[in-house]
């Protein structure tokens, strides 16, 4: 199943398949049941509880369904602001800016090399066929491309990804989160955090067979090191 769209201007590239199936109903049920649990919080809390499971909910739906590496970016961008209502709602106020600080500097440090990763791909395409710039999964995967600097942006999105995933050794920002928001809220974080292996499986193994064969063994010996320590 897959959606094409164009929104202000910006192409809209949507789809469900074998993969993506699997997360969206999770996402939606983990949403439905944090919303059931509203009601046993004070009632100046329950409206910021109910905007940031939604819009949790939202963002989350939105890279899950992504084909377009600038849409699940953007998506993935938007999850801070539920992360950050979530913080200041519900955190302990002697907590609350040592958590966001913490939060924003590893996901956004995250973002921003993923952007790179992201932008390098679209130059790689460019280069190989002028003028034509795409941030498509599929027209990446399959189109001609420059493939000469694939190991290193296979390293920067990884490495963005590897935030995102709170994996071994970039994993300080998640026990912020577990500490500071409610705890239903810190379902839907743990959802966010499997962004990051799905994004590994839709855009990694198919856009960048190269990279993963470079640092295969490299990826193991963190995800070994995580489970240990992380």
Known sequence: FVEHHRL???????????TSVLFLPVVALLALL????????????????????????????????????????LFGLAEL????????????????????????????????????????LAWEMATATPGNWSFDVHRLAEGARNHGWDARIGVV??????????????????????????????????????VGAYALLRFVLPVLPIAVDAWANWVVALGLAGMVYG
């Open 81 to 120: 602001v539920p992360i950050a209502v979530a913080i200041h709602a519900f955190a302990e106020p002697s907590e609350r800016r040592t958590a966001l600080a913490r939060v924003l500097t590893f996901r956004i440090l995250g973002d921003a090399l993923l952007l790179l990763a992201m932008v390098l």
């Open 34 to 73: 944090t919303v059931t649990q509203a009601s046993s919080l004070p009632p100046d809390r329950q409206k910021a509880a109910l905007a940031a499971v939604l819009a949790f909910e939202w963002s989350l739906l939105g890279t899950f369904a992504s084909l377009n590496l600038l849409q699940f970016w």
């Open 157 to 194: 999105l990884f490495y963005g990804l590897a935030m995102r995933m709170a994996l071994f050794p970039f994993h300080a920002w998640l026990p912020a989160v577990a500490a500071s928001a409610w705890l239903p809220i810190n379902l839907m974080v743990m959802a966010s955090v499997k």
């Open 8 to 18: 202000a201007g910006l192409a809209l590239h949507l789809g469900v398949d074998g």
